[in-house]
């Protein structure tokens, strides 16, 4: 492989080593045929005033970028129309950024306007990033209508944005990386001290549809939120990120949620952690959704909160010292109600096999609330039509270790719930409390010293 000094705004046509030393490139390189393979050799590639493309390629399949060290441009690396693509082991940094502590993101952000970031693909399909560092600027990894990408044990800490970005990027992997620190501030009148922590920054980011999806052993700690998919547009539009699998990540000590997942369906969360958090886990006008062997500690208000969501599966997790471990509850918000007619309430869980221990409240179900604590005030035809479509239903809570809470099971407005088999024991308040509520079966229920409740 030849060993080329590259010039401003070359086009590579051929395989090639870049030449030691720093190179300011304002326009960058263009890659211009497929099927080769670019080596920076540790060589340094830098832009002026944070404009431009470093590495830029259109159409272009089964290029291999290897080893590039960029800095000072809006996007480290672009690529649009490709498949086969390979960026490995490259190092890019201090790509164009909105300045920090100003404003609220924008997640919804197209490709048509992107924000910057080290690496920017779209529209590009079986392709592999892996080894890359992505730090220190707003963005590391965004994708747009991408198809089975691999993106492995990449680091994108440290940015003011999203570390990982999926805008309709569907049955592609996530494995191994880490995006910690993935935070901003957003002042409000005040002072220094008024504001929103987070604004919206995450480590893992997916909108409009971003289905079919693996996230395994990421790290995105102490984000405004470590994975956050939203499933309705602003314009009012469903657009669901579904049937994806989170396993194995963290997404602890965020000032916001760990996982947050809304308007989703078929989505599965599988030993991960969720510490420390405003919220372990919020799901709300979610569906069909299982979380399974999940960690949730000392989290403010929940470990898992869930408004207006139907038909989970919470089994062998672990929820300790939780406001509350889980909060289950309705609400009615018209444009929701007309969008997702088959989410008026919430029913149809099954609570199985968890450690459920020194939280306030074990467990919260109650209709008509405001964030699940406190009665919903709604202005004038605001309201259900029907009080009795926002009550719960149909609940199983069965071979639960619910001990040392405040309260054990709390139900208010709730209709055919079963509470069978589980440890109720040394909870302060009550074991069970139950206000306004039907059809509530209480069978095998063990308390104090083994004796049956």
């Known amino acids: 492989m030849k060993t080329i000094t590259p010039t401003?705004?070359?086009?590579?046509?051929?395989s090639c080593r870049i030449a030691e030393g720093v190179h300011v490139l304002p326009n960058g390189l263009r890659i211009g045929a497929p099927e080769i393979v670019v080596d920076g050799a540790g060589a340094l590639i830098v832009g002026v005033g944070r404009r431009g493309t470093g590495i830029g390629l259109e159409g272009m399949n089964g290029v291999v970028l290897r080893n590039l060290r960029l800095m000072e441009f809006e996007h480290g690396i672009r690529a649009s129309d490709a498949m086969n693509l390979v960026i490995e082991g490259c190092d890019i940094t201090a790509t164009a950024e909105v300045a920090a502590n100003t404003v609220f993101l924008d997640i919804w952000r197209g490709p048509e306007n992107p924000y910057g970031a080290g690496i920017?693909?779209?529209?590009?399909?079986?392709?592999?990033i892996a080894g890359c560092t992505l730090q220190h600027q707003q963005n590391g990894l965004l994708t747009y209508r991408c198809r089975h990408l691999t993106a492995a044990n990449n680091?994108?800490?440290?940015?003011?944005?999203?570390g990982f970005h999926l805008w309709d990027t569907c049955d592609s992997a996530f494995e191994g990386n880490c995006a910690d620190y993935c935070c901003r501030f957003e002042p409000r009148e005040g002072g220094p001290h008024f504001g929103?922590?987070?604004?919206?920054?995450?480590?893992?980011l997916a909108v409009y549809g971003s289905s079919r999806n693996t996230f395994r052993n990421n790290a995105a700690r102490l984000g405004g939120d470590g994975?956050?998919?939203?499933?309705?547009?602003?314009?009012g539009k469903p657009c669901g990120c579904d049937d994806n699998l989170f396993e194995g990540n963290d997404g602890s000590l965020s000032p916001n949620i760990a996982f947050e997942a809304t308007f989703c369906r078929g989505n599965r969360f599988s030993g991960n952690y969720a510490d420390r958090c405003n919220y372990g886990f919020w799901l709300g006008y979610s569906w069909d959704t299982a979380l399974n062997g999940n960690r949730m500690v000392m989290n403010r208000q929940a470990g898992i909160a869930v408004e207006n969501g139907h038909d989970f599966i919470v089994e062998r997790n672990n929820m300790q010292a939780n406001g509350h471990g889980i909060l289950i509850w309705t609400g009615h918000v018209r444009?929701?109600?007309a969008l997702y007619?088959?989410?008026?309430t919430s029913c149809g869980?099954?609570?199985?096999?968890?450690?459920?221990?020194?939280?306030?409240?074990?467990?919260r179900m109650a209709a008509d609330q405001d964030h699940g604590i406190r009665p919903a005030r709604y202005a004038d035809g605001e309201g259900p039509p029907d009080v009795m479509t926002t009550r719960l239903r149909d609940h199983s809570i069965l071979g639960n270790d619910i001990q040392d809470n405040r309260v054990g099971v709390e139900l208010a407005r709730c209709d055919r719930i079963v509470i069978e088999r589980n440890i109720l024991n040394r909870n302060v308040e009550a074991n069970i409390r139950e206000e306004d509520c039907t059809e509530v079966t209480r069978r095998d229920n063990l308390g104090a010293a083994g004796a049956y409740l």
């Open 155 to 162: 680091n994108a800490s440290y940015n003011s944005g999203f």
């Open 196 to 204: 929103h922590m987070g604004a919206d920054a995450a480590g893992f």
């Open 227 to 235: 994975f956050f998919l939203a499933g309705l547009s602003p314009d």
């Open 335 to 337: 444009q929701f109600a």
């Open 8 to 14: 401003d705004g070359l086009v590579i046509r051929e």
């Open 341 to 344: 007619p088959e989410n008026l």
């Open 120 to 128: 920017i693909l779209d529209r590009v399909r079986s392709s592999r």
């Open 349 to 363: 869980w099954r609570i199985e096999g968890n450690t459920i221990t020194r939280n306030g409240k074990g467990i």
